[in-house]
């Protein structure tokens, strides 16, 4: 028996704070706010923290990355219908540092939504409303239940 998991409104109760309900140990590690959440689109408030730094007080590039591929996912999670899909590739274009302490928004979107595929899209600005990344990223059907994940644990 399949059961349908509302994850927009599992979502959604959190917006404003921080997303009480994620599996996810790195995108808790994190601590990020969920400041805006949308169908198919997700705002994240974060702070560039130390752990999050390379040796010159700037936002290590492999964190870029885990900004984006949460804020992605999470985007495509108000979506999804129930189904559980994962990241297949992430392209990432940093194109400019954030210092420690930053205040930094990540915006993750849907683009397509397919049976086996979704497109997405995201994009991290600093205090200043700069662009500093963006990114694409393909997630792909894992033929699971988001309900196996959240419910049964």
Not at 90 to 117: Q, R, T
Not at 137 to 152: A, H, P, Q
């Amino acid at each position: 028996m399949h059961h349908i998991f509302d994850t927009y409104h599992y979502i959604k109760k959190d917006e404003g704070g921080k997303f009480h309900g994620s599996k996810s140990a790195a995108g808790n590690w994190m601590q990020y706010i969920l400041h805006k959440v949308d169908p198919g689109e997700v705002h994240m408030a974060l702070t560039v923290l130390p752990e999050m730094c390379n040796p010159l007080k700037n936002l290590h590039g492999g964190i870029y990355s885990l900004i984006m591929d949460e804020a992605v996912g999470l985007a495509f999670f108000s979506v999804c219908n129930g189904e559980f899909y994962t990241t297949c590739n992430l392209n990432v274009e940093h194109l400019k540092s954030a210092a420690l302490g930053e205040k930094l928004i990540a915006i993750g979107k849907v683009v397509k939504h397919g049976k086996k595929v979704a497109y997405t899209e995201g994009s991290i600005y600093n205090s200043k409303n700069e662009l500093i990344c963006r990114a694409t990223s393909n997630l792909i059907n894992t033929g699971k239940r988001i309900f196996d994940f959240y419910v049964e644990q």
